[in-house]
């Protein structure tokens, strides 16, 4: 660039050609700054990661960029969470996952719903389809992944709940579906009998009707 500036004016001596100097600075300010504003927006920084935002409203994708603002996340999902403790919630075409912060899906992007992540499980749903407002799945089998992947709980609760020291409530399939309690390992320490059960994290105790 200094090549290409020396030919109009003497870089060593700018003030001989303050007009010239300063319009050639201009010009490659704003190619610098078009380089890094290829994204319609970005987030503040969360686990060294940013989201940023290419496209128009209501097509926008999303991704990732690093401190150095290299992209380390292809810009191509239609939702993205912030990082929590390296893992970071994505959803595309309708369908919901985790992503490390190298953009290795550590939950593939195929399954109909994954909630957040409660003492290292997170609640993730197939089969089912949308509510009425296109957001939580209705008519699907639950079960309970860990942050590698893993399986550890079945698909075959029809709803779950996060878990809160070491316990989960649950609720069973069919049209007489009750509730009950498992433990991580997803043993149900509670057998599925009840209509309603509310758990108290403060007390550790549960009412159960």
């Given at each position: 660039?200094?090549?290409?500036?020396?030919?109009?004016?003497?870089?060593?001596?700018?003030?001989?050609?303050?007009?010239?100097?300063?319009?050639?600075?201009?010009?490659?300010?704003?190619?610098?700054?078009?380089?890094?504003?290829?994204?319609?927006?970005?987030?503040?920084?969360?686990?060294?990661?940013?989201?940023?935002?290419?496209?128009?409203?209501?097509?926008?994708?999303?991704?990732?960029?690093?401190?150095?603002?290299?992209?380390?996340i292809?810009?191509?999902?239609?939702?993205?969470?912030?990082?929590?403790?390296?893992?970071?919630?994505?959803?595309?075409?309708?369908?919901?996952?985790?992503?490390?912060?190298?953009?290795n899906?550590?939950?593939?992007?195929?399954?109909?719903?994954?909630?957040?992540?409660?003492?290292?499980?997170?609640?993730?749903?197939?089969?089912?389809?949308?509510?009425?407002?296109?957001?939580?799945?209705?008519?699907?089998?639950?079960?309970?992944?860990?942050?590698?992947?893993?399986?550890?709980i079945?698909?075959?609760?029809?709803?779950?709940?996060?878990?809160?020291?070491?316990?989960?409530?649950?609720?069973?399939?069919?049209?007489?579906?009750?509730?009950?309690?498992?433990?991580?390992?997803?043993?149900?320490?509670?057998?599925?009998?009840?209509?309603r059960?509310?758990?108290?994290?403060?007390?550790?105790?549960?009412?159960?009707?």
């Open positions: 660039m200094n090549a290409i500036i020396s030919q109009y004016i003497d870089i060593k001596n700018p003030l001989k050609d303050m007009k010239k100097y300063l319009f050639f600075m201009c010009v490659l300010l704003s190619v610098q700054l078009s380089a890094q504003t290829k994204y319609v927006s970005k987030s503040i920084y969360i686990e060294d990661r940013a989201i940023v935002k290419i496209g128009a409203h209501p097509d926008y994708k999303y991704g990732f960029v690093d401190r150095d603002g290299n992209e380390v292809a810009v191509k999902y239609d939702g993205v969470e912030d990082f929590n403790n390296g893992l970071a919630r994505v959803s595309l075409n309708h369908k919901y996952g985790y992503v490390d912060k190298h953009g899906e550590i939950i593939p992007v195929i399954y109909t719903f994954v909630k957040r992540f409660s003492e290292g499980l997170v609640e993730v749903a197939i089969g089912g389809e949308r509510d009425e407002y296109g957001d939580m799945p209705i008519n699907s089998e639950w079960g309970y992944m860990n942050t590698k992947g893993e399986l550890i079945p698909f075959k609760y029809d709803a779950t709940s996060a878990f809160e020291n070491g316990i989960a409530i649950v609720r069973g399939g069919g049209n007489d579906s009750k509730e009950g309690l498992i433990n991580i390992k997803g043993e149900e320490i509670t057998p599925l009998k009840y209509d059960i509310d758990y108290e994290e403060e007390t550790g105790l549960a009412k159960i009707t």
